[in-house]
């Protein structure tokens, strides 16, 4: 039986549709998209600069969640000029709603939190999708160890998300490209124990297991000495710092408190005094941007290794 022309004219329009959705895997969720975005919002300075890596400016509405606690430098303050910033911290519901947003990029503790009240079920009903930043993807779900292989999933995923896929791949391949050329420098002897420094003086805030400063610290060719903390970022206790005995404390800076200031705080403390970083004062000194998910991953992986292969 031959097949009538208007049903063969809306099986083509319906394979054309299909054909048109692109489907990305964001945490445990699976998200569809039927057209990129148009008024996006991202969250942290971190996911920011990977929409500003790709392009994507122009398909967006703000950003949040950065001059509450993080700093622009020069080279993003050029490129979110045109763009406003819609929440100085975390962004409400009314918020996004407000910017008649439809795509929110940003993550657990990146943004949103669990059990509160800016969630993707809760954006849902306003027609604003969430694509969530992997990383963040360990504190609501079981996760493997933190990877730079996760930040470039984000871009090929946003790549996919905004159909600047070739952009996203070629991004992405040439981040590889400059690691394994760097890489092939090599380290030699043991890798150095290392003590993520983020926050905190009765109780540090540290990277553990599932946190990108993990993947980092390996790349550069040390060892986290909390890479079997089954946490992305946590609390510990100093009193594991000591037993651990890190031979370089590696310092996130952002916020109220300098990393100068951290500096101190370490060196001057007694209970510090037998740690090997400490009497051989060996820190480094990570942005928050560079210490998050993001492109100045690689520019970190390189700070880190040329801290680790001085004497």
């Not at 709603?97 to 079920?121: I, S």
């Not at 990383?135 to 984000?154: F, L, N």
């Not at 996919?160 to 391949?173: H, M, N, S």
């Not at 890489?183 to 002897?189: K, L, N, P, V």
Request: hydrophobic share 45%; glycine share 6%.
């Amino acid at each position: 039986m031959k097949t009538p022309l208007w049903a063969a004219a809306a099986l083509g329009l319906t394979a054309a549709v299909a054909q048109a959705e692109t489907t990305v895997q964001s945490c445990d969720r699976t998200v569809s998209f039927d057209a990129p975005p148009q008024r996006a919002i991202s969250n942290d300075v971190n996911l920011t600069e990977m929409m500003l890596v790709l392009g994507l400016a122009d398909h967006m509405v703000g950003y949040t969640g950065i001059s509450g606690w993080k700093t622009l430098d020069e080279e993003m303050r050029a490129g979110v000029e045109a763009l406003p910033e819609l929440s100085a911290k975390y962004p409400s519901k009314e918020v996004l709603v407000g910017a008649d947003a439809d795509f929110f990029f940003a993550g657990w503790n990146y943004g949103m939190r669990v059990g509160g009240e800016v969630t993707p079920e809760t954006l849902a009903p306003f027609g604003i999708k969430v694509y969530e930043l992997t990383e963040s993807c360990a504190h609501i779900m079981a996760t493997t160890k933190a990877s730079i292989e996760d930040m470039y999933a984000d871009l090929l995923n946003l790549g996919r998300i905004f159909q600047v896929e070739d952009k996203a791949q070629a991004l992405v391949e040439a981040y590889r490209t400059e690691l394994q050329n760097f890489a092939a420098e090599g380290t030699t002897g043991d890798p150095l124990r290392v003590f993520v420094y983020d926050s905190g003086e009765d109780a540090p805030f540290t990277a553990g297991r599932y946190a990108m400063p993990t993947a980092l610290i390996e790349a550069a060719g040390g060892v986290n000495i909390m890479d079997d903390f089954e946490k992305s970022w946590a609390t510990v206790t100093w009193e594991e710092v000591v037993e651990r005995n890190p031979e370089v404390v590696l310092i996130v800076n952002y916020g109220e408190v300098t990393a100068a200031q951290k500096r101190d705080f370490m060196m001057s403390n007694p209970a510090f005094a037998d740690l090997d970083a400490i009497k051989n004062d060996r820190f480094v000194t990570l942005e928050y941007v560079e210490a998050t998910p993001g492109p100045r991953n690689i520019k970190a992986i390189k700070t880190l290794a040329q801290a680790f292969r001085s004497e």
